[in-house]
């Protein structure tokens, strides 16, 4: 079963706006990534935040932990037609980082 | 270096019929995953590789569904009689587990979609 949870699963937007995801999961874990998706086809690595981080920044995304709501979000600012995509949010437990369990993404559009 | 590469991209298929889909990882990832996407949905874990062995067959659906790994790299994923449920896009991802940082960050071959007619 999944545990993360995208809200909102679909989400327009007008391009120079800002983005916000949010992710939602059950169990307790090592890190959070986020993942983007293109096309229905591979996704890519975009940002990892271990346990014990509350905020990480890199280029126009910020991804925010919080372990005691056991929720993440991630903020694309000034958005661009180029990041249409789909985001997915992974967990690893904390038994070892072996597997990720992953959401079931929200789906971005960004309106030029 | 090469990203993961997948193989064949696109796959048709008769209901009924057996397929193999090849999964080539990053060289010197010890990690290899599959997961299985329905049009518009999320990521079904299927199955997980430390080197040649599964510890981590929990997703496969069924057993019509089987997986091997040989010399640590090259993965074939197998459908025997295929169903028309089968149809989805089945990715590949590997990566190099950091078990002292425990980081496991994945990446993904393009995926084989598969349609059973």
């Known amino acids: 079963s999944q545990q993360g949870e995208e809200d909102p699963q679909a989400l327009s937007i007008q391009e120079g706006e800002n983005a916000t995801m949010n992710c939602s999961y059950k169990t307790s874990i090592n890190n959070l990534q986020w993942y983007r998706q293109n096309s229905g086809r591979g996704l890519v690595h975009l940002i990892l935040?271990?346990?014990?981080?509350r905020e990480k920044h890199s280029g126009r995304l910020r991804v925010t932990l919080d372990t005691s709501k056991k929720s993440s979000s991630l903020l694309i600012t000034a958005s661009r037609a180029a990041d249409t995509a789909s985001y997915f949010c992974?967990?690893?437990?904390?038994?070892?980082?072996?597997?990720?369990?992953f959401g079931q993404g929200t789906r971005l559009t960004i309106n030029p | 270096g090469a990203g993961v590469s997948q193989s064949p991209s696109n796959k048709v298929t008769e209901k009924g019929k057996d397929v193999e889909l090849r999964c080539d990882p990053i060289?010197?990832?010890?990690?290899l995953y599959w997961y299985r996407q329905s049009l518009g949905q999320g990521l079904e874990f299927l199955i997980y590789?430390?080197?040649?062995?599964?510890?981590?067959k929990s997703g496969l659906p069924s057993d019509r569904f089987s997986a091997e790994r040989t010399g640590g790299s090259v993965s074939t994923l197998t459908i025997q009689r295929t169903q028309q449920e089968d149809s989805a896009v089945y990715l590949c991802?590997?990566?190099?587990?950091?078990?002292?940082?425990?980081?496991?960050?994945?990446?993904f071959g393009a995926g084989t979609r598969l349609s059973v007619l």
């Open positions: 935040i271990r346990s014990n981080e």
């Open positions: 060289s010197g990832h010890t990690a």
């Open positions: 590789f430390q080197g040649n062995s599964a510890p981590d």
């Open positions: 992974a967990t690893d437990g904390i038994q070892g980082a072996q597997k990720l369990v």
């Open positions: 991802a590997s990566s190099l587990v950091d078990d002292i940082l425990a980081k496991n960050i994945q990446y």
